[in-house]
């Protein structure tokens, strides 16, 4: 059975901030999302299932992966949008057709009372660095800049179509710019750094103009520590080197004056791979921070000493602000020519894929200090078998969350399994929203010993370039 495509959320828009619709009803039954247990040798049967891969390859990835098992990439190409594309920047209301009702289960559980709010007091990355004060930015001398060719969002004119890699340092909101831009949640964001792990594509087609994002793991300043940590900076910088033009994300930062160290780092390391021609955007996002948008004047100035960015567009991906002008801004600069996928592709990811990332975002929510950096999760079963019932519209999702010691293990699954539950409750929440129709999710905690060193382990996680 072909698997379903992922609707836009009804109350979703391109260009928006990404409001999280309140589940009305959802399942009467008792969810099994929250089973504390290790998997059945049976089910870890030969490792967790592999990453399930594109259908159609993308700019600038790789040759697809053969899908896991149970993963159903959608029919010739990624999940697709549920209707034509808006035109003109306009944002799409309307419901998708043929999207599933709603579950209209009776006695809808609420929402879960025991799920924690995310912690405050989190720690950041491990042993990153913040420098504080103004530094300067240390870049070879800029391109020869070529004239830009104005172009609008308008159906006239030529078709133009491009990669954008969004590029910053952890935490600046790159995943939240993405699922903003969709008008769908399809990148795991959080607080902490280091959240987005592997390049992730989100494609958005505006009249005659089809912009794909790469969203990309944090530049963080730990190179050299091998594992999970290069496989990041690499995929990141692969991006920068690969599409046809970068974003540079920074954010707001009412603390601090002048360009943070990091940021200078990552642009520097962005430039080194980026090739010569390709134009660099630079979005400074988080700007509803500010109470008085006088204040951006000085953050603009701080980066304008440079004429290496071919434009500047402040953002707010929480409150969609200016996202409109961002898009415009990029079609200027992504090149003429046909565009790449259908109108209503959204991504490359499968269904099963982002189910995986969004579990990973509540583990990562839920979990403190290094663990978080610590663990994987896979979906090894994806069943859609009852996902056409009409009374009852059920996706039935297995996962297992790895990590690397057994101690890490007693305290994913937490007290009488406390924890798992509240990781477990929180994700089916998330899924049920982005699969429109009930989850049942299991949950399951494997031990992969020092799986974020070994090439093996890393391989079996699913990063591998
Ligand atoms: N106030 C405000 N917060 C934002 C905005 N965009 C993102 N954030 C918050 O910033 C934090 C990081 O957002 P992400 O989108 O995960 O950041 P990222 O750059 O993808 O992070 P990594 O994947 O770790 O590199 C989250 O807590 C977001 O809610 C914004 O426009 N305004
Ligand atoms: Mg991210």
Partial sequence: MPSKKIRRAPTGAAHGPQKQKREKGSTKSKPRA???????????????????????????????????????????????????????????????????????????????????????????????????????????????????????????????????????????????????????????????????????????????????????????????????????????????????????????DRKRQGVHKDDADALVKVMAKKKASVPVVLVINKVDVLEDKAALLPILSTWATSDRFAGYVPVSAHDGDNLAELVRELSRLVPEGEHLLPSDSLTDQSERDIAAELIREKVMLELHEELPYRTAVIVEHFDEARRDDLQKPLVHIAGVVVVEKDSHKAMVIGKQGTRIKAIGQRARKELEHLLMCQVHLELFVKVEKDWTQSGAGLRKMGYDR
């Fill in 34 to 252: 929250e089973t504390p247990s290790a998997p059945q040798p049976s089910r870890a049967k030969g490792g967790p299932a592999p990453k399930a891969g594109p259908a159609k390859p993308l700019p600038g990835k790789g040759p697809p992966k053969p899908p896991g098992k149970g993963a159903k990439p959608l029919p010739g190409k990624g999940p697709t949008r549920p209707s034509p594309a808006p035109s003109q920047g306009a944002a799409s209301k309307a419901k998708p057709q043929g999207a599933k009702p709603a579950p209209q289960g009776q006695g809808a559980k609420p929402a879960p009372q025991g799920a924690k709010p995310a912690p405050q007091g989190a720690k950041p990355a491990p042993k990153g660095k913040k420098a504080a004060g103004p530094v300067t930015i240390d870049l070879p001398p800029p391109a020869p800049s070529k004239k830009k060719k104005r172009a609008t969002l308008s159906a006239e004119g030529p078709a133009r179509c491009g990669t954008v890699a969004l590029v910053g340092r952890p935490n600046v909101g790159k995943s939240s710019i993405m699922n903003a831009l969709l008008g769908q949640k399809i990148a795991a964001t959080t607080h902490k750094p280091q959240t987005t792990r592997r390049a992730l594509r989100g494609v958005l087609t505006e009249a005659n103009t089809q912009l794909v994002f790469v969203d990309t793991p944090g530049l963080h300043s730990e190179e050299g520590k091998g594992g999970l940590l290069s496989y990041m900076l690499d995929e990141a910088l692969a991006a920068a080197a690969s599409t046809d033009v970068v974003c540079f994300v920074v954010e707001v």
